[in-house]
């Protein structure tokens, strides 16, 4: 069975939504136990597509304490600042620094992640390339109307 998310945006959707659940269930269970998680609804997938082309284009443009870091570097580097990192040592010496999965991230928060890359692109220098221009005012646009 695939995961299912059914979204219930307030009281009105919650009567149709949770038969819509009901009727899931009760079909499933035919394959077993069911669980079933209530949650909030994290970072969406836009979201994280917008993010990409703004850590290519750090990782192209800057060069960070004599190194050049992959988008995937970028990404730790811009969630460790977001959440003040901390750092442990790690088991075979240096250290290992703990940030946060975007994917955990409310979408508020990962906001506050896209407007901390674009400040700190900015003091940099970053020219934003056309997708990551594109990409961020659609984010700026989403946000406004919000």
Do not use: C
């Not at 209530?38 to 060069?63: F, I, Y």
């Not at 010496?93 to 703990?98: A, H, I, P």
């Not at 390339?129 to 646009?141: L, N, P």
């Amino acid at each position: 069975m695939a995961d299912i998310q059914i979204r219930i945006d307030g009281a009105e959707d919650l009567v149709p939504q949770m038969n819509r659940v009901w009727e899931l269930v009760k079909k499933g269970l035919a394959g077993g136990t069911v669980i079933v998680t209530l949650g909030r609804q994290k970072r969406s997938l836009s979201q994280n597509a917008k993010m990409w082309p703004m850590l290519t284009d750090l990782s192209n443009q800057v060069e960070w304490y004599g190194e050049k870091l992959s988008p995937e570097d970028w990404k730790h580097v811009m969630t460790a600042g977001l959440v003040k990192q901390r750092a442990v040592p790690g088991i075979e010496g240096g250290f290992v620094v703990l940030g946060v999965s975007t994917s955990k991230m409310k979408k508020e928060t990962f906001s506050q992640l896209i407007e901390l890359m674009y400040a700190f692109g900015a003091e940099q220098g970053v020219k934003w390339s056309e997708s990551a221009m594109r990409a961020y005012e659609q984010y700026r646009e989403a946000t406004n109307a919000a």
